[in-house]
């Protein structure tokens, strides 16, 4: 869990359970959302986001409002997995 400070409001980044990842995994990927940082504390209450990274994979975020903003990262997605409709 990350606490951090955006336009005056509290925002606490964190990992679903189900996500078993290193320190050092979630250091980047904490890294990664921060720079979304002013877009994810202006979402509604209960959205859901998806931030694509350069390697392609992607990054499943619920954003819940409140005394402050709690960012849930609920799922990384490999490429790998996409399905495409054509």
Known sequence: MLRHEVQGKEM???????????????G???????????DLVT???GT???IQVEN???IVLE??????VVVTIQY???KDHFLEII
């Open 76 to 78: 990384i997605v490999s």
């Open 12 to 26: 606490i980044l964190r990992f679903a359970q189900r996500l078993l990842l290193n320190d050092s995994e979630k």
């Open 63 to 68: 954003v819940n409002q409140g005394e402050l």
């Open 28 to 38: 980047q990927i904490y890294r990664k959302i921060l720079r979304f940082e002013d």
């Open 56 to 58: 392609g994979n992607q």
């Open 48 to 50: 859901a986001t998806i």
């Open 43 to 45: 979402l509604e209450d």
